[in-house]
């Protein structure tokens, strides 16, 4: 009987160890994480799965016969597609523009409002208040503000005495990606803003008031005070942003009508325009691992961001 219970005590041990770990030991953390990587799975998982299955066969709406074999032929066109390689040349200047329009105007917001006492309140909630406006809304207003015969810039330009005709702001090829640029800044700036103007509270007085007393201009004191101090901060809104800039969609398309093709709005005009489902899924995946670099950057910005605060 005595045998029977010291061969059961390993068993109750082994309940009791794999027990404690689920409770209190790391096992806890994989167990609260499993149903929502579960839910990831099959709402994320399942859609890119099939959009690389897709990829490799021929679905096109208008030519049904294609379908049902695995090939590379869409791959091979997108290597030798010039339009879907201008798409991804827009998508990174329109990137690139919406990045420097963010980050110009925010840290400049940002500094603006650091040190006002008077309504600050009011005057951070009008610089938060355009990220509140959903992009289809910001689109719509825009799109009537560039009107080129009742737009309100139309009609403060026919002022100037050089200026004798409308311009058209969405339709000529020359000026229609700045124009949705300052659209996209307009409505994003303000996460800038937020990231600056609470990394701007971080930095210690201390540091301006000794290098005010050595002599420092503002701009100097902005250019080696300020900018060290909010390099990380700096350089992850700068990838935000470029995910932002990259998967934006409602502003172009909308102002547009899909005219101007960036690597989204390609994808969708492959999609519903065109009826070819497995080039617009290629397309897809050329953009889900742009999208995917990009977020392995962020998280490789904001871990190391995070264990310099801990040194520190």
């Given at each position: 009987m005595a045998d029977l219970k010291i061969a059961g005590a390993p068993?109750?041990?082994?309940?009791?160890?794999?027990?404690?770990?689920?409770?209190?030991?790391p096992g806890f953390l994989w167990l609260m994480m499993t149903p929502?990587?579960?839910?990831l799975a099959l709402v994320v998982g399942l859609p890119v799965a099939k959009a690389v299955m897709l990829s490799f066969d021929r679905v096109v709406l208008t030519r049904p016969k294609l379908a049902g074999d695995f090939t590379f032929h869409n791959y091979i066109r997108l290597f030798t597609d010039i339009d879907a390689w201008l798409a991804v040349l827009r998508s990174c200047l329109y990137m690139s523009g919406t990045v420097f329009g963010s980050i110009v105007l925010g840290l400049?917001?940002?500094?603006?409002?650091r040190r006002i006492v008077r309504f600050r309140g009011l005057w951070r909630s009008i610089f938060i208040l355009p990220w509140t406006m959903p992009a289809i809304v910001a689109a719509m207003v825009w799109g009537v503000m560039y009107d080129s015969n009742f737009g309100i810039l139309n009609q403060l330009l026919r002022m100037l005495p050089f200026v004798d005709a409308n311009v058209e702001w969405l339709l000529n090829k020359s000026i229609v990606l700045p124009a949705l640029i300052v659209v996209q800044v307009w409505n994003e700036f303000p996460v800038a803003y937020i990231f600056f103007l609470a990394a701007l509270h971080a930095i210690p007085e201390e540091l301006y008031e000794a290098a005010s007393v050595d002599g420092a201009s503002p701009f100097q004191q902005f250019l080696f005070v300020t900018l060290p101090q909010i390099k990380y901060v700096l350089a992850v809104i700068v990838v935000l942003l470029l995910i932002f800039g990259f998967r934006a969609f409602p502003v172009i398309y909308l102002l547009t009508g899909g005219r101007t093709e960036t690597l989204t709005v390609a994808t969708f005009n492959a999609a519903f325009r065109a009826y070819d489902f497995s080039y617009a899924a290629t397309l897809g995946v050329l953009a889900m691992f742009v999208s995917l670099a990009l977020v392995l950057i962020y998280l490789h910005l904001t871990l190391r961001r995070g264990k310099a605060d801990a040194a520190s």
């Open positions: 068993k109750r041990s082994l309940l009791a160890s794999v027990r404690e770990n689920l409770t209190d030991g929502p990587l579960l839910l400049a917001a940002a500094l603006l409002t």
